[in-house]
């Protein structure tokens, strides 16, 4: 009785506190707005290039306004010669997208740079690394990505984990080595992924925030994998304590590195629908090789176990196939902003499974990093560093 | 880049009332200017050209507003400014003329709006015209918010030089001064502010194309100007987004320059250039005599291409043999691209 009006007592001031603070924004935007000076000085003018198809003899672009004035583009040029466009006769609103189609004859694998030339002389430019039919958005083409999706995520997670039977004979100390070689895999991967992440979101004009963004989704992801440890947690307490606290790590592990595919397969698909995959294999390749050790770093910590194989396979499925999805959401939107954010995620979710793993390094001595732990992580951010080099090959 | 840009914006936005003011001292002072419309000459070809394989263009179907502009590249093309013509009590001619700067919002491409300064309203400024020997009076007047001169190539004294610290040093905005000297030595040359930042002062408009005619006049012919130059639209400083001549990019690809069969065309070519060290002029289908600097009454060269670094200038001379369309322009590609390409259509 007495703990539950202490606790309506604590809510209604903390709804009182709140209503008094929505009182005074409101007021604030309606007498205060009005003793700020105006905005002065030319047009603020944004766009963002959100998507660029190739079609043989034309280009089309999607451009979003992401500044806070209307935006309208005059003429376009197109590596340095005017294009004839049909498109955006209109000036463009926040946030508003317009698409400009650009007759121009571009060739198969040329680089291209495009200048929106707006009504005010500025120019915003985007560029095209590589120019490659678009590819239209079919069944076939759906099925090719889950297809590079399994290739790049599933598939070598699972070849990975089928070393857990060595991981077996080779002791406590062996073990730390591989969960030290697993944090250091995963240090690479979240480094990667934050500087890829960077690089993104500022190819986006950065409207919606640009690499924060990254920051965002690595923030969002940490908090909700560690609410989601808590709570897997304070439920496995209850039933036993001892064996299933390897299962458990290994489930946050997997979605960690879920996430983190899930960022790979936004960049394959992304790179696909611009026609960057024209180049060769060799992104698939090297990502397929690199992610094989993601498959040793969900089963390190089920050594002490004899986890059942249907259990196996969904842990692999829970690392690798949001590789698809990641691939179909790049082909398909190809939103730079959308990937700088999950890639942010990524990010987070592997600092997550790093904090996850990390007690798991102290040695019989309590010690956080014996010589063998460096050792394995030194290892590990090694092996990234060279299997990530086959990815650029 | 885009804060200084938009400071600078800011800045002629600030400015309107004396663009305003300029454009009434222009309507007041360039009387001369008042040349045929375009529908003698244009429309005949619009919006035939260019597109996909067929080669770059501005958007099918959007032209610029000449009207609103003040001047239109087809009239500016033969528009010859002699200036106010009397005798001297020693029987010497003397011509004067009043050049007003003045900023002014032009429109240089289809919805594309540019802050420019200039000499008399347009872009590139009156061609003056005079005969070796004549005495010169220009009086220029300041309407501009910013300070100007008019600096003139050719031979002069010192003080007429129209350079910050000398003579008469900068006119400041609202001030005028009159420019007076001989004009020698015959030629085609040009005239441009010559105030710092100096290439911001070209680049913005302030030049045009100054000609010295021989003692004994050259061969009657179809006489025409054309100025060579860009515009840097983002004003960083390199380079040009839109090149063009006398003013409109790609003008002469919709309203070809009207030329006769057999006739003798001279071209007063100046380039006015700021951003790129040099220009180009090419012509299809024909060769030309070309007379650099114009100050010897021999050809050079007998070519379909010529180059010109910044401040160049030279007169060439063609006759066409054939009736058709040929094509002219940059044969730096590049700015063709970008605008600087037309047609002579050649006809019986
Ligand atoms: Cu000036």
Redesign the interface.
């Known amino acids: 009785m007495d703990g539950r009006t202490t606790r309506n007592r604590a809510w209604m001031s903390a709804v009182g506190a709140t209503l008094l603070l929505g009182a005074a924004l409101l007021l604030l935007a309606l007498v205060g707005g009005k003793t700020l000076p105006e905005r002065?000085?030319?047009p603020?003018e944004q766009l963002a290039v959100e998507r660029t198809e190739l079609v043989p003899?034309y280009i089309d672009v999607t451009v979003r306004n992401t500044g806070p004035d209307p935006v309208?583009v005059?003429?376009v040029?197109v590596n340095?010669?005017?294009?004839?466009?049909?498109g955006g006769e209109q000036p463009i609103p926040r946030l508003g997208t317009a698409m400009l189609r650009l007759?121009?004859?571009w060739q198969e694998g040329q680089p291209y740079l495009l200048?929106l030339?707006?009504?005010?002389?500025?120019?915003i430019e985007h560029e095209i690394p590589v120019a490659a039919t678009t590819p239209q958005a079919d069944a076939g083409f759906f099925s090719l990505m889950a297809l590079i999706g399994t290739y790049v995520g599933i598939i070598p997670v699972v070849l990975g984990m089928m070393f857990l039977p060595v991981l077996r004979r080779i002791g406590s100390r062996g073990i730390r080595v591989l969960l030290g070689l697993t944090v250091g895999l995963l240090a690479f991967l979240a480094i990667d992924a934050s500087i890829e992440g960077v690089e993104v979101s500022e190819s986006g004009g950065g409207a919606f925030g640009g690499p924060a963004l990254v920051v965002l989704g690595a923030v969002l992801a940490f908090l909700a994998l560690t609410a989601l440890d808590r709570y897997l947690g304070s439920r496995r307490t209850v039933n036993d304590a001892q064996g299933s606290s390897g299962i458990r790590l290994a489930v946050m592990i997997a979605i960690g590195i879920g996430l983190h595919n899930l960022g790979e397969g936004l960049a394959i698909g992304a790179a696909y629908a611009v026609g960057e995959l024209a180049l060769g294999t060799a992104l698939v390749v090297g990502f397929t090789i690199q992610n094989t050790t993601e498959g040793l770093a969900v089963v390190a910590p089920l050594t002490e176990r004899r986890p059942p194989l249907l259990q196996l396979l969904g842990l692999g499925l829970l690392a690798g196939a949001p590789a698809i999805l990641g691939a179909l959401i790049g082909a398909s939107v190809n939103n730079a902003e959308l990937s700088a954010f999950l890639l942010g995620i990524g990010v987070g979710a592997i600092a997550q499974v790093i904090i996850q793993i990390a007690p798991s390094l102290r040695d019989g001595a309590e010690r956080f990093l014996s010589p063998a732990t460096i050792g394995g992580i030194a290892a590990g951010l090694l092996t990234m560093y060279v299997t990530g080099l086959l990815v650029t090959a | 880049m885009a804060e200084s840009r938009r400071q600078f914006l800011l800045g002629s936005a600030l400015l309107g009332t004396a663009g305003a003011a300029a454009l009434g001292a222009r309507a007041a002072s360039a009387a001369p200017s008042a040349a045929p419309p375009a529908t003698e000459t244009g429309g005949v070809h619009s919006g035939g050209h260019g597109g996909g394989v067929a080669g770059p263009t501005f958007r099918k179907g959007a032209v610029v507003d000449h009207a609103a502009n003040g001047f239109d590249p087809t009239a500016l093309l033969r528009d010859f400014d002699y200036g106010r013509v009397s005798r001297l009590p020693d029987g010497r001619v003397l011509r004067e003329w009043v050049v007003a700067a003045a900023d002014l919002d032009l429109e240089i491409a289809p919805g594309v709006r540019y802050p420019a300064w200039t000499f008399n309203g347009r872009i590139p400024g009156p061609t003056l015209r005079c005969q070796e020997g004549d005495l010169l009076r220009v009086q220029f007047v300041n309407t501009s918010a910013h300070p100007h001169t008019m600096h003139f190539h050719g031979i002069h004294p010192a003080e007429m030089d129209g350079i910050p610290d000398t003579g008469p040093g900068v006119i400041p905005s609202g001030g005028s001064f009159v420019y007076e000297f001989d004009a020698q030595p015959f030629g085609v040359h040009l005239y441009h502010c010559h105030v710092g930042p100096l290439a911001e002062h070209i680049a913005r408009g302030l030049y045009g194309t100054f000609i010295v005619d021989p003692p004994a006049p050259r061969p009657p012919a179809d006489e025409m100007v054309m100025v060579m130059h860009g515009y840097n639209t983002t004003f960083d400083g390199e380079g040009n987004q839109l090149y063009a001549v006398n003013g409109i990019p790609f003008h002469y690809m919709h309203e070809p320059v009207r030329v006769k069969r057999g006739e003798l065309v001279r071209i007063y070519l100046v380039n006015a250039l700021e951003y790129d060290p040099i220009n180009t002029f090419h012509l299809h289908g024909n060769f030309f005599d070309y007379y650099p600097t114009g100050t010897r009454l021999e050809p050079s060269e007998y070519t379909d291409t010529i180059m010109q670094a910044q401040g160049q200038r030279g007169i060439c001379e063609v006759r066409f043999p054939y009736p058709g369309r040929y094509m002219f322009h940059a044969h730096k590609t590049e700015f063709a691209e970008l605008g600087w390409m037309g047609f002579f259509e050649v006809t019986d």
């Open positions: 002065a000085g030319p603020i003899g309208q005059a003429q040029f340095d010669a005017y294009v004839d466009l049909t007759d121009y004859p200048s030339l707006t009504s005010t002389g500025l120019v």
